[in-house]
């Protein structure tokens, strides 16, 4: 599950923050203090940070200069009270990949992590395979077992999320947002039917039921 860090002094935001990015199927951790914040993405424990940059004994600027001296490439959005052009050139500088001003809507802001993890994924290879299962990236063509199978688009991005992260628990909120780009809906079940639909196309062992979590490809 793609982790989150949440760097806030004030916890109502921090708390307020990290419900939301919990139910569109974020993991969170929130610290509160720069020194802390630099060594939990140091250890490679956040995927994205959200850093506030008024933090008592060492500010959120001086924590991402801190990062990328030290070679940190990890996506980091800056939030702050402080809306000037001038602060906002000074984040970006330092190396910010966004800069979020508040008070801030959070649809915004999920908007703006799923932005910033995109662009931080991997250049992609031109195909993915796991077991007798190929997704051809580029020519949009999947086979099992040598035997072209026809995906619809969004079943063919579902399995590609699935052929990428083998082994892994994806939740049904993650998969809504990574495939169909929508946030956090209770009511839906479009993940289950399309999950549904990849099992009569592609085997019915492959993608294994996790109850209360989501979905794994074995």
Do not use: C
């Not at 002094?9 to 708390?15: F, G, K, Y």
């Not at 994205?48 to 959120?60: E, H, Q, R, S």
């Not at 402080?82 to 990949?97: E, F, H, I, M, Q």
Request: net charge negative; glycine share 8%.
């Amino acid at each position: 599950m793609t982790r989150i860090l949440i760097v806030e002094d004030e916890p109502r935001i921090a708390a307020f923050v990290s419900r939301g990015l919990e139910s569109a199927g974020y993991e969170t951790m929130i610290v509160d203090d720069g020194p802390e914040a630099l060594d939990a993405t140091l250890r490679g424990d956040a995927d994205l940070v959200l850093l506030d940059v008024g933090l008592p004994t060492m500010d959120g600027f001086e924590v991402l200069r801190a990062l990328r001296a030290r070679g940190s490439t990890v996506p980091v959005i800056m939030l702050t009270a402080r809306s000037s052009t001038r602060d906002t050139v000074a984040g970006l500088d330092a190396g910010a990949n966004d800069y979020v001003p508040k008070p801030f809507t959070f649809e915004e802001l999920l908007a703006r992590v799923r932005s910033r993890l995109r662009e931080s994924l991997p250049q992609q290879g031109v195909s993915v395979a796991h077991g007798d299962v190929v997704l051809d990236i580029l020519a949009r063509r999947a086979t099992v077992a040598d035997r072209e199978v026809d995906l619809s688009a969004r079943e063919f991005a579902l399995a590609e999320q699935f052929l990428r992260n083998p082994g892994r628990v994806l939740s049904r909120e993650l998969l809504l947002s990574r495939v169909w780009g929508l946030d956090f809906d209770p009511g839906s079940n479009v993940v289950d039917v399309y999950v549904r639909y990849l099992r009569g196309k592609l085997g019915p062992d492959h993608i294994v039921t996790v109850r209360g979590a989501g979905y794994r490809w074995e």
